[in-house]
T-cell receptor, first 113, second 111 residues
Framework: GNSVTQMEGPVTLSEEAFLTINCTYT??????LFWYVQYPGEGLQLLLK?????DKGSNKGFEATYRKETTSFHLEKGSVQVSDSAVYFC????????????FGTGTQLKVEL | NAGVTQTPKFRILKIGQSMTLQCTQDMNHNYMYWYRQDPGMGLKLIYY???????DKGEVPNGYNVSRSTTEDFPLRLELAAPSQTSVYFC??????????FGSGTRLTVV
């Protein structure tokens, strides 16, 4: 079946540090890939997406590249801020069958001054 | 524009009680979903709907029921609450390309 594997958290970084959160996937077919972010006490928000191999999604300084050869979609940001502290979820979707998202378990990021 | 509205935000139930979690959207999206979120487990799909009158089971449907009589509303029903249903429940909508819009969640505790 389809699955998403994320690196274990929590990840603690100092402000202005470089961020990488690893995400790999298993899918029967060619999925679209997503990163969602959840701030404390809130629902999930779409951060970025990529719909085909070699596409790069970007938003708010975050980037992720769809790597079909390594089945990966790692999230990166060059300089994190305290306001980036949240839980980040990698997810995939295969068109059809209800267009259901399959989520990873989430990675908590804490950014300190 | 309200987006996706969930009520209530918090609820404490006793074992065996029943309740309905409400979800309403004003975006005219066909697809609607119910997920539960447990610590360290990510989100698990309970039920989903591809349009009014059509619903289907997700990954963890046992103990829950849904209905979709209108495009706007997708309530989730718990008939006999159990401690294992203590969780945070999220409703989401989509146009079908993975860009989900989530509600703010309902935190349910069963004691």
């Amino acid at each position: 079946g389809n699955s998403v594997t994320q690196m274990e958290g929590p990840v603690t970084l100092s402000e202005e540090a470089f961020l990488t959160i690893n995400c790999t996937y298993t899918a029967t077919g060619y999925p679209s890939l997503f990163w969602y972010v959840q701030y404390p006490g809130e629902g999930l928000q779409l951060l970025l997406k990529a719909t085909k191999a070699d596409d790069k999604g970007s938003n708010k300084g975050f980037e992720a590249t769809y790597r079909k050869e390594t089945t990966s979609f790692h999230l990166e940001k060059g300089s994190v801020q305290v306001s980036d502290s949240a839980v980040y979820f990698c997810a995939l979707i295969l068109t059809g069958g209800g267009n259901k998202l399959t989520f990873g378990t989430g990675t908590q990021l804490k950014v300190e001054l | 524009n309200a987006g996706v509205t969930q009520t209530p935000k918090f609820r404490i139930l006793k074992i065996g009680q029943s309740m309905t979690l409400q979800c309403t959207q004003d975006m005219n999206h066909n697809y609607m979903y119910w997920y539960r979120q447990d610590p360290g487990m990510g989100l698990k799909l309970i039920y989903y709907s591809v349009g009014a009158g059509i619903t289907d089971k997700g990954e963890v449907p046992n103990g829950y029921n849904v209905s979709r009589s209108t495009t706007e509303d997708f309530p989730l029903r718990l008939e006999l609450a159990a401690p294992s249903q203590t969780s945070v429940y999220f409703c989401a909508t989509s146009l079908g390309q993975g860009g989900y819009t989530f509600g703010s969640g309902t935190r349910l505790t069963v004691v």
